[in-house]
């Protein structure tokens, strides 16, 4: 499998605090995403990038913000968690022409926010 | 990005074929057809893609009608590990195509 990693894997946190999620990838693919997934919803994009210091809005932006400063690492941050934005979050990677084809998603970090 | 449409639940016998259909009728001349699957909570997984060809490779063969306006997933032999929410996703070429994942199926082969 392409090398992706998302930690933390599980994270507990308070209204209202930020909180950093981290994807970091080895496989030097251009194209990296977050997404959420929710009950009833399937996933939905929030952010993703197309290189570094690239970055754009998903459908489910607000509350959100990104960061890529180089290419194996996208954060995604909530600067002030809210109970809605507990969720599970799943970083993808991407690039033209990879092997394996496709979208590579990670195992996703699982936040709740009390 | 054209929708697309499945059933949202679908049982196989294991050792059977399991058909999961989709349909895309919005699609775009430039859109591929894609197919993921998500096993339990872990992160969804590419299983094929295609154009206006079907399409087989060792996990799924890929059948898309010449309208393309429809296709179907074929996991010719499902496994009891086949069960899995399945989604087809209709995008343009993956790099920089932010795929947008509905619902999908829910496929459970039963013993």
């Known amino acids: 499998d392409a090398g992706i990693t998302q930690s933390p894997r599980h994270k507990v946190t308070e209204t209202g605090t930020p909180v950093t999620l981290r994807c970091h990838q080895t496989?030097?693919?251009?194209?990296m995403y977050w997404y959420r997934q929710d009950p009833g919803h399937g996933l939905r994009l929030i952010h993703y990038?197309?290189?570094?210091?690239?970055?754009d809005k998903g459908e489910v932006s607000d509350g959100y913000s990104v960061s890529r400063s180089k290419t194996e690492d996208f954060l995604l941050t909530l600067e002030s968690a809210t109970s809605s934005q507990t969720s599970v979050y799943f970083c993808?990677?991407?690039?033209?022409?990879?092997?394996?084809?496709?979208?590579?998603f990670g195992s996703g970090t699982r936040l709740t926010v009390v | 990005d054209a929708k697309t449409t499945q059933p949202p639940s679908m049982d196989c016998a294991e050792g059977r074929a399991a058909n999961l259909p989709c349909n895309h009728s919005t699609i775009s001349g430039n859109e591929y057809v894609y197919w993921y699957r998500q096993i339990h909570s872990q992160g969804p997984q590419y299983i094929i893609h295609g154009l206006k060809n079907n399409e087989t490779n060792e996990m799924a063969s890929l059948i898309i009608t010449e309208d393309r306006k429809s296709s179907t997933l074929i996991l010719p032999h499902a496994t009891l590990r086949d069960t899995a929410v399945y989604y087809c996703i209709v995008g343009r070429e993956t790099s920089g195509s932010r795929l947008t994942f509905g619902e999908g199926t829910q496929l459970t082969v039963n013993p």
């Open positions: 990038s197309y290189g570094v210091k690239d970055t």
């Open positions: 496989e030097n693919h251009r194209y």
């Open positions: 993808a990677i991407s690039e033209l022409g990879a092997t394996p084809w496709g979208y590579t």
